[in-house]
């Protein structure tokens, strides 16, 4: 197993993948490199000896590494042109591009061996991502459980087929923007009847917060803990009547669905 994690860009899921892989007892004996194309200083991120900056490119090819690439996908082909020789055949690739699928990080950086593609969503810069993992077929069953591991310690992950990663990109990774504009839109509603907006938007986001732990926490349907707080001719079946005569669930399921379909066509043209 390799016992070398390089984190190529540090930028936003870069910086989280360092965090989570720092806090993980999983990965407690693992050297970790990072690297960067361009002249950024990395000098804030080297907190503890076994974390330094891997600067000759050559050292792709000399050691199994296990890769996380987290440039943005337009920066592939520079970033393979930029280790001038091919990836230690013993490597892994774990790849969080968006839209990126595994044949194409396969091409583009020649790499035969094991890859992993990872979807991430932001909730990984505060160890909150829900993330789902498909793998090609050479990725041995210890490599796959170390991607997992990887993961796991930025948030909750999962296994799914590749062809699902468009819909995982509709739903968790576009999610959070739809879950951001239910805050402002509650913030909104409780500032029109005459709250003031921190306190509303303090009211929004903490109810966001623990519906979502309830649900996770408790394993229940949503439906019934929705049916738990819903009183006989109360406040909430009323606004709940309200919400389906205008067709909330319905605009969620759409939301999913035109997002997917966007993910293939943005996949599609980059390939
Ligand atoms: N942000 C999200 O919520 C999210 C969720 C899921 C997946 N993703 C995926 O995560 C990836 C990274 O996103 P991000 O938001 O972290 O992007 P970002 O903040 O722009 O970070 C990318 C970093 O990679 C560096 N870089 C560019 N080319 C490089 C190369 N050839 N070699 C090494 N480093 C290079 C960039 O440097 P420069 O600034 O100099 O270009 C930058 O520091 C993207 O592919 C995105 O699709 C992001």
New binding site residues.
Partial sequence: MNQVVVI?????????MLKGLNSSEDFKGYNIFL????N?SLEDYLTESRISILKDPDDFSSKPFTIV?????H??I?????INSLIHKDSLII??????SLATIAEQTKHKGAIVR?????G??IGQ?ATVLCANKVCSAGLKDQAFNLFESVGDAFWAKEEQLDTV?GLS?SG?AYIYMVIEALTDGGVKMGLARDLARALATQTVLGAASLVKSTGLHPAILKDQVTTPAGTTISALHELEERGLRSMFVSAVEIATERSKILGSTKS
């Fill in positions: 190529v860009g540090m930028g936003n899921m870069g910086r989280a690297y960067e194309a361009r950024h690439l987290c440039i943005k996908p920066d592939l520079a970033f393979a042109n930029s790849s969080i591009l968006a839209g990126t990872a979807m991430p969503n932001i990984a810069t991502a990109t990774g959070p």
